[in-house]
């Protein structure tokens, strides 16, 4: 990176600071009195919440009505959905919450229509669904991202891998070499927010909008699935070329095509896993999990039962399981034992909570008949 280069750097960096410093102050008043920023009231339920979002009239309200058999008013004018309206998403025994939210317009991040109560929700959400008109410009997705972007959601993006902490005294500390920005740029930064005694350990090569989103802090990374409506009414070329792009899904809810496919992408974003009980001497429970994030532990697992079983845990076992490493044979482990899709919790030999034992297997065709 040359002088010139390295300076224009360092004053776009300043002016992104104070940019995103400002429109903060902007956004968090109207998020903070209880006025249009505040969301939608709709509880939060399942195990886990989706959110559709889209411009009026791409078909969300024909999709929920589709995949969740709810009513959700739908017509050939604008802004027919008014508020929030949930419905549930059975699959293989978990159950997925799917908002529709009311279309957006341009300008909705600064309050227009709607807009700041649907972002507000948006940032609820485990996943987003943008849904799109497949016969429109694909500009429609473009103004979409910018709408979120401006609120402070990053769609399909990981948290930087950046420790910051605020301190009496500290400094910088970089694992790496930074070659989308620079120290001097970093130091400036934290210095415009009056931040020059904290403890910062960048440990990625980052940009300057990516730190400042570390340091602002209120940043929500949520996986998003683009969702093109309507693909019966253009080419298979364009089709072709759409359902190729990555986090994307065709679909056309009119004709009922490529549903359950996007029931099956919906599952996979999540990446949540089951965790089936079994009553000892009976089958498991195949039709209630409990859903886990993925990369859940045994302690995750117990709290999402009863809160009261970790404190009395001592171990569990266990066999014929994809996180166990010694299958057939029975292995014991921790609360930090990881636990993965479609183990099963089975009461039977170690005693957690009230002298109810738990034990965990995995539900193969030989275990059918037992």
Not at 226 to 243: F, G, H, P, Q, W
Request: hydrophobic share 40%; with cysteine.
């Amino acid at each position: 990176m040359g002088v010139v280069e390295k300076a224009t750097e360092y004053h776009l960096g300043l002016l992104k600071a104070k940019l995103a410093r400002y429109r903060a102050q902007l956004l968090e008043p109207a998020t903070k009195s209880g006025g249009a920023g505040t969301g939608f009231d709709v509880q939060k339920s399942g195990d886990a919440r989706v959110a559709l979002i889209g411009f009026p009239s791409v078909g969300k309200s024909t999709l929920l009505s589709k995949v969740t058999h709810t009513a959700s008013e739908s017509a050939a004018y604008e802004f027919t959905t008014l508020t929030a309206i949930p419905g549930v998403i059975e699959y293989q025994g978990a159950r997925i919450q799917l908002l529709d939210l009311p279309g957006i317009v341009e300008g909705a991040s600064q309050g227009r229509g709607r807009g700041r109560q649907v972002v507000s929700t948006a940032k609820t959400a485990d996943l987003i669904l943008i849904m799109l008109d497949a016969t429109k410009s694909e500009e429609q997705r473009r103004l979409l991202e910018i709408e979120l972007d401006v609120v402070g959601i990053r769609l399909n993006k990981k948290r930087p891998d950046v420790v910051f902490k605020r301190k009496t005294t500290g400094g910088l500390t970089c694992t790496v070499r930074l070659t989308k920005t620079d120290e001097k740029t970093i130091r400036t930064i934290l210095a415009s927010y009056k931040l020059h005694n904290c403890d910062v350990m960048i440990r990625e090569d980052i940009t300057t909008d990516e730190f400042i989103d570390v340091l602002i802090g209120t940043r929500k990374y949520i996986p998003c699935l683009y969702v093109y409506n309507k693909v019966d009414a253009i080419s298979l070329e364009t089709m072709d070329r759409l359902a190729h792009e990555d986090h994307t899904a065709v679909i056309s809810c009119e004709m009922g095509l490529n549903l359950d496919y996007l029931i099956d992408r919906i599952w996979e974003e999540l990446d949540l896993v089951r965790i089936y009980t079994k009553k000892r001497g009976a089958h498991p429970d195949l039709e209630d999990p409990v859903c886990m994030r993925k990369g859940s532990t045994i302690e995750d697992v117990c709290n999402g039962i009863h809160r009261s079983l970790a404190a009395n845990f001592r171990y569990a076992l266990v066999w014929c399981g994809k996180s166990s490493k010694f299958s057939p044979h029975a292995q014991k482990v921790g609360l930090s034992h990881l636990v993965q899709d479609e183990d099963v919790v089975s009461r039977a030999a170690v005693i957690l909570w009230r002298n109810i034992p738990i034990v965990r297997v995995v539900e193969l065709p030989w275990l059918s008949g037992v």
